[in-house]
């Protein structure tokens, strides 16, 4: 199903731009199923004829992983627990993306703070 979703795919972008490489963003148990079938068949489907990508989402959940690995022993989150911006549980699930907007809100939130020290430091 999702091979002759990719075919039809590709022949509608070839008929309406044929020098287009078509583009395809799949969520996560599906984007690896395409990749299996572009590694299967890379005559037909190959990375040169279709381009399949993770969705918005994942890609937004992997940043925000990624991030909160890096911010793991730094003491952020007891920044924002002294702060009275969360609770302890809910400052440790910033660090895992589970709540994708919570987390990005946890992450503005915390990149404006540092800009406002920033630029007080530098006004002074």
């Not at 969520?27 to 005559?43: E, F, N, R, S, V």
């Not at 991030?67 to 702060?83: E, R």
């Not at 987390?103 to 990149?111: G, I, L, N």
Request: with cysteine; hydrophobic share 45%.
């Amino acid at each position: 199903m999702l091979r002759h979703s990719m075919s039809i795919i590709g022949s509608v972008v070839q008929y309406l731009n044929p020098v287009q490489v078509p583009v395809i963003a799949f969520d996560q148990p599906l984007y690896a199923i395409a990749k299996q079938i572009q590694w299967g068949y890379p005559d037909i489907y190959g990375e040169s004829k279709l381009v399949t990508m993770l969705g918005g989402l994942h890609i937004e959940m992997a940043v925000l992983k990624t991030i909160g690995d890096w911010l793991q022993d730094s003491g952020w989150t007891h920044a924002l627990l002294q702060a009275d911006i969360a609770s302890a549980g809910t400052a440790d699930s910033f660090l895992k993306p589970s709540h994708v907007s919570r987390s990005r809100h946890a992450h503005q939130v915390t990149a404006c703070a540092l800009y406002i020290l920033m630029y007080r430091a530098h006004q002074s």
